[in-house]
Structures are given as structure tokens and as C-alpha cells.
């Protein structure tokens, strides 16, 4: 998936299928938010992508569906 068209979505629940068929839900949030800078895992790495609650990290080529919830 594109990074333009995955970063439409920030903010909002999705439901994400990644590229090993795994499908969370959650609210979508890009690593580096201001309110993250605490935690340094979802804080420190670059262009990665992360559901809350689960905080499951991932890129952006690593998602195969993505679904508004």
C-alpha cells in the first residue's frame, strides 16, 4: 500500500490485513507522534505505522487490505 494513501487514514479505526494474513484493528497512528515521545518504540523508528491498543508495529508495504471500520 501507498504511504499517501495509508496516512489518510491516521487517526481513524481501521482494520489492517498485513502481508502474513494477520488482521488487527485499532486506531492508526504514525511512529514519531508528538504524544508518543515517552515510548521510545513507538517514538524512535522511522515511516512505521502502529494500531492502538495493540501497538503492533509495521510498514507500510506490509499491509495488504486496509478497511475503515
Excluded: A
Excluded at 494474513?21 to 511512529?31: P, R
Excluded at 517514538?43 to 492502538?52: E, M, R, S, V
Aim: one cysteine or more; aromatic letters at 12%.
Amino acid at each position: 500500500m501507498k504511504r499517501s494513501d495509508l496516512e489518510r487514514y491516521l487517526g481513524k479505526t481501521v482494520t489492517v490485513t498485513l502481508f502474513d494474513n494477520d488482521t488487527i484493528t485499532g486506531v492508526l497512528h504514525k511512529t514519531g507522534e508528538e504524544q508518543f515521545k515517552y515510548d521510545p518504540n513507538l517514538y524512535i523508528p522511522k515511516n512505521c505505522y502502529f494500531l492502538l491498543p495493540q501497538s503492533v508495529i509495521f510498514k507500510c508495504s506490509h499491509v495488504k487490505k486496509l478497511k475503515e471500520r
